[in-house]
């Protein structure tokens, strides 16, 4: 409608990981579990969502061949490699998103498993058996890279814009200067749960689709300049990007998730023992600390397909373990703390 010269000019729709391939291997070509990244995949019929694009007017002929996650999509050619100086005809095994390979490095197969991130923005990614939803407009739903018709993994995405930006927030204009992340953690310990009153909204990156994409704005509830400090500030942060966390697992937990283990990578937000034992307090729910990254995920699991590794349990099943944070027995602070958030949430969002 508004550049039809441009568009004309299309051949394939590919998504940033489909496009990279295309220049390694001069093939286009796609998978079921990138497709639905892009609402493009029908869970029911098992195939393209053609009705959508009849819906949009825009013909199926745009979407490139569709090839298994663990396959060989395609080598290295020789442009490619004198480009980037790999060898040429090096096999690409192995794509996917961001969110299901950091699942995928975080052992994250199997219904009830969660595998989450407390970055700039905050993701909570809990894979189901389920295609059924009743949260579509807050969450997205993503075929897993273990999907099957046989055996369907649903990895249902809740994304929170507003998490570590704001922690960041507070060290660029909070902290002194000299601070590290682990002083502010440190001094943030030194006050109670609740932060002694005052709260604050973590929503200030943007709309949030958990809000139905409303964008409330970061907010600061019963500042007392007679009572809080910067030690304050700091810990009603990370109280609050928590709370949010806990917010966003209830919406899956609605949407049919069967919560049974949490797993996060030894980074971010979750090195703080107040952010980590607040979520795994209100949600009842052990996090495990895996010292892992997206990259190792990735290379294991094209030791997949090359058959390194028989099995994804094979490549992923000796994850270093750092750490594990258990709920705590005395929950009522938190409970109280997280009850009085959610209100001012709630009055704002609702």
Request: overall charge negative.
């Amino acid at each position: 409608e508004n550049e039809p010269e441009i568009f004309e000019k299309v051949d394939k729709l590919l998504l940033p990981g489909d496009f990279i391939a295309l220049k390694l291997t001069g093939e286009a070509t796609t998978t079921i579990s990138g497709l639905s990244e892009g609402i493009m995949w029908d869970f029911k019929q098992n195939k393209l969502a053609d009705w959508l694009f009849d819906y949009m007017g825009i013909s199926t002929d745009v979407i490139p061949t569709i090839v298994p996650t663990f396959s060989n999509q395609g080598t290295v050619s020789k442009k490619a490699a004198e480009e980037i100086g790999l060898p040429e005809g090096i096999p690409v095994l192995y794509r996917a998103g961001d969110q299901p390979n950091n699942a995928l490095s975080l052992n994250a197969f199997h219904p009830g498993e969660i595998a989450a991130t407390g970055g700039t923005s905050g993701v909570v990614y809990a894979i189901t058996d389920s295609t059924n939803t009743k949260e579509s407009s807050r969450i997205n739903n993503f075929a897993h890279v273990n999907y099957t018709t046989e055996a369907p993994r649903i990895g249902k995405l809740l994304c929170i814009n507003g998490a570590g930006i704001q922690y960041s927030w507070m060290k660029q204009n909070v902290a002194a200067s000299t601070d590290s992340y682990n002083d502010m953690n440190n001094l943030a310990e030194s006050i109670p749960v609740g932060s002694d009153g005052l709260r604050i909204l973590p929503f200030g990156n943007g709309a949030e689709r958990m809000l139905n994409s409303q964008n409330t704005g970061a907010s600061t509830f019963n500042l007392n300049f007679n009572k809080h400090n910067k030690a304050h500030l700091l810990r009603a942060s990370l109280e609050g990007i928590a709370f949010s966390f806990v917010y966003g697992i209830d919406i899956l937990k609605n949407d049919g998730v069967d919560l049974s283990a949490i797993r996060a990578g030894n980074d971010n937000l979750f090195r703080s023992e107040i952010f980590s034992n607040t979520i795994a307090t209100l949600v009842g729910t052990d996090i495990n600390i895996i010292d892992t990254t997206g990259a190792v995920g990735a290379a294991r699991a094209a030791g997949v397909s090359t058959g390194d590794f028989k099995t994804l349990n094979d490549a992923f099943s000796d994850n270093e373990h750092v750490m594990t944070y258990h709920p705590l027995k005395d929950k009522k602070m938190y409970e109280d703390a997280y009850q009085d958030w959610k209100q001012d949430l709630e009055k704002l969002y609702k």
